[in-house]
């Protein structure tokens, strides 16, 4: 089993959808979440980033954590054709590197 | 703010070759670290270092190696190129001691050897 597990998609929906992203994890010691954005051939962009359970919302983009489930969202809500990218998870233990979900590919369909 | 930049974008090797890439971290920025993405593994860690020094280390063989200058410009260097090297390398900057924390990639460099 994969440390981070996420959505493999690809993912389609149209335009004004709301889109909900998941990733679990199954090591307790991760202490920071991140949601990064990759448009293709460029590299991962910060969306969100959290160290608490709970919601944080930044414009359309709400990330969820539940630590007790090991399981964090990303919801972006009135999607738009500029979404369409790979949206990848990111958890960190204190003191480590990153360790990476596979990314999960969105089309927001006009 | 100039971003990170990753020199050269697209590089193409034989095998056996070796390789040498460069990234420059935002300016401030002390940590950087090196990740290698493919279609198959996704983005894994390959390592960091902070003032000089490497701090920590992903599981890629003895081929894969890594420098930082007192500028904090980063290089990385691939010896004894493999078909299975070719990939898209990032790096990250990042300000903080502690490692990880609200890093910024750059464009990345695409290795494909041949």
């Known amino acids: 089993q994969k440390e981070v597990e996420q959505d493999p998609g690809p993912l389609s929906v149209p335009e004004g959808a709301i889109v909900s992203l998941n990733c679990t994890y199954s090591n307790s010691a991760f202490q920071y979440f991140m949601w990064y954005r990759q448009y293709s051939r460029k590299g991962p962009e910060l969306l969100m980033y959290?160290?608490?359970?709970g919601n944080k919302e930044d414009g359309r983009f709400t990330a969820q954590v539940d630590k007790s489930s090991k399981y964090i969202s990303l919801f972006i809500r009135d999607s738009q054709p500029s979404d369409s990218a790979t949206y990848l998870c990111a958890m960190i233990p204190y003191g480590q590197n990153f360790v990476f979900g596979p990314g999960t590919r969105l089309s927001v369909l006009p | 703010k100039a971003g990170v930049t990753q020199t050269p974008r697209y590089l193409i090797k034989t095998r056996g070759q070796q390789v040498t890439l460069s990234c420059s971290p935002i300016s401030g920025h002390r940590s950087v670290s090196w990740y290698q993405q493919t279609p198959g593994q996704g983005l894994q860690f390959l390592f960091e270092?902070?003032?000089?020094?490497?701090?920590n280390k992903g599981n890629f063989p003895g081929r894969f190696s890594g420098r930082q200058f007192s500028n904090s410009r980063s290089e990385m260097n691939v010896s004894t190129l493999e078909l299975g090297d070719s990939a898209l390398y990032l790096c990250?900057?990042?300000?903080?001691?502690?490692?990880?924390?609200?890093?910024?990639f750059g464009q990345g460099t695409r290795l494909t050897v041949v």
């Open positions: 270092y902070f003032s000089e020094t490497q701090r």
């Open positions: 990250a900057s990042s300000t903080t001691a502690e490692t990880g924390t609200e890093a910024f």
């Open positions: 959290t160290y608490s359970s």
